[in-house]
Structures are given as C-alpha cells and as structure tokens.
C-alpha cells in the first residue's frame, strides 16, 4: 500500500495543498483562500477546503505526515501549530502535521539540495539561509513601516514619493504621472476621479494614499509596483532609480547572511517573472539563482524527508524530492 505525505502552503491570497506519494509523485492537488494566521479572515476555512480537496478520492490512513507551510507562522507559532491540527483532525487524518516556515518551503519547492539561500520579493520582502533544511538565519522581512525594502509595498510607495516630488517640485517628470496607462498612476491617485473637476494635487494624493492603505492594508500600495516595471522599460529614469534602489537593497539584503553552499533560490513575484528588478537582482547577486516554483510541493518534500524510513538524504529520498518539484 502506497504511503502519502501532504504538503500545504499558506498564504495570504491563497491556500494550496500537495499530496504526494513517497516516490515523489503528486496524487493530488487542492486549493482555497488565504491562511495568513495572522490576517487572514477564515485561515482554518481555507486550509480546510485545500486539504479536502487534494485528499478527495485518497484512503486517509494511508498518509504518515504532513508539513504546513503558513505565512504568520514566525509570529504567532502557537496559533499555527493549534490552527494546523485542528484542520487535520478535521479532515481525519491520523497523527500530527508539522509547522514549518514558509520561505523553507520556497526554498525546498526550488531545489532538492538540503542547503542554500533564499530571497524573496512580493509584497514583502525576506531572506533566509538554510542549513540541513532548516532556516537558520533571517534577514528582513519587518514590514512595510520597519523594513520589506525592495518589496512590491516598497516599491508602490517609492512611486507614489516620485509623484509627489513631480507635482511640487522637488523630483523630476515622471511617466508615473503623465506616462501611457500602462505606466501611469494618476488615476489612482485623483480623488473623484472622472469627476468634472477633479485635480490632482500633493494634499489629494496624499488623503488619496492613506484612506486606501486604511481600507485595504499596504498592499495597496503594491498594486503600483507593475507600472514601475514598465514605466523603467520606456526609460523613464526616475522608474529605473527605484528598481535600481530596489535591487541594491534586495542583494544586500541576501548577502547580510553570509555565504552557505548550496544554491540561491529567488521566489516571490517580482523575482520569479521576467522583471527588470529580477535581472537586476540576479546581476547583483553575481552567480545564478533557481526560481521558486511550487511551495506546496515544496512542503510536501518536506514532508517525504521528515517520514522517510531511511536516512533523509538518502538517493531514493532525494530522487522522490526532485520528482515532486520538477
């Protein structure tokens, strides 16, 4: 009978949920909504649904173990180990499931190699080095008021400052003001837009920002970050100093941890798709870099490696891991 692990990955837009065979053959897949522990409306909900969904169709008694991978996790552990086993229990499944950080499972979702790096780049921004499929050390990954620096919400509210200094004086023309739709964020940034009337000013962007951060958090400011990205890719010189500024900070960020044998895993959106900041992130780093691909999958191998009846490193072990990711 064909032992099964599961992996879930749980993040803050969206839940998804790996079970793999011990061969590293994926058996089935689920999703659902976010599971942040910290922000998300029904994490318990939405990890519910993406196990039940993976598990559809497979004899539960068979499964020997399971990592969760839950974005909050660091900050309220507690929460996340008692949110984990609820859902497992719920779903019916014998023993209990691990909690592991999720930038392991960025990291192991990239590569089968146990050691490495891994820096991340989406809404916020991390780094982190494992060793032994552990994380070891930290590096940002504070917030967007104390840190994430060269983050999607770094990278809104740096456009938002290059508005700012357009309309006043203080900055230079910007097609993040008067570039094509692609590249502007004007209407964005106009109180009553379409209105007869409406005017941009510092003051109105400004009121503009804050009730939209208040109303949907600091990825608001995130959204802008795209017309960055192409705003750069017309030339438009102020874009292109933040998405240096960005990179310089992000690479500083990875190299703080020192150096660890083993690959550089890139995960995140803004690292993972054909950005400028990617390449000038990668150029920075100096060496090549494995994109992240698939952090359930990744958790899953976790999963293969903590109930692996043989050494965890063991050939098969690691052919099972490198099958599941690919």
Not at 26 to 51: E, I, Q, T
Not at 199 to 224: C, D, I, Y
Not at 279 to 308: E, I, N, Q, Y
């Amino acid at each position: 009978m064909t032992t099964l692990v599961i992996g879930v990955d749980g993040g803050g837009t969206g839940t998804r949920c790996v079970v793999a065979t011990r061969t590293g053959h994926v058996a089935g897949r689920g999703s659902g909504a976010g599971a942040n522990v910290l922000s998300a409306a029904d994490p318990a909900g939405s990890l519910h649904s993406a196990l039940e969904g993976a598990l559809s169709g497979q004899d539960r008694d068979r499964v020997a173990g399971g990592v969760f991978a839950l974005a909050g996790a660091g900050s309220a552990p507690e929460r996340a180990e008692a949110l984990a086993a609820e859902v497992w229990r719920a779903c019916g499944l014998p023993g209990r499931p691990v909690v592991a950080p999720d930038i392991l499972a960025a990291f192991a979702g990239a590569t089968e190699e146990p050691s490495g790096r891994v820096l991340i780049a989406g809404t916020g921004a991390v780094a982190a080095r494992i060793s032994g499929r552990a994380v070891v050390a930290r590096a940002d990954g504070y917030g967007w008021i104390l840190g994430d620096e060269g983050s999607g919400v770094w990278i809104g509210r740096r456009a938002v400052q290059a508005v700012l200094g357009a309309l006043d004086g203080r900055g230079t023309p910007t097609a993040l003001l008067d570039g094509p739709p692609e590249c502007a964020i004007r209407d964005a940034l106009v109180e009553a837009p379409g209105e007869p009337g409406a005017r941009m000013t510092p003051e109105a962007v400004v009121r503009v920002v804050q009730a939209g951060v208040a109303e949907g958090g600091p990825a608001w400011l995130g959204r802008f970050a795209p017309a960055v990205e192409a705003a750069a890719r017309l030339g438009d010189e102020p874009s292109l100093a933040i998405l240096r500024e960005a990179a310089r900070r992000l690479v500083a960020t990875a190299r703080s941890l020192g150096e660890e044998a083993g690959p550089t895993v890139l995960a995140g959106s803004l690292l993972t798709e054909p950005t400028l900041l990617a390449d000038l992130v990668r150029f920075g780093l100096g060496g090549p870099a494995v994109p992240a691909r698939d952090g359930a999958a990744g958790a899953a191998a976790l999963a293969l490696h903590r109930t692996a009846p043989e050494a965890s490193e063991a050939p098969d072990v690691l052919a099972a891991h490198r099958r599941l990711i690919a």
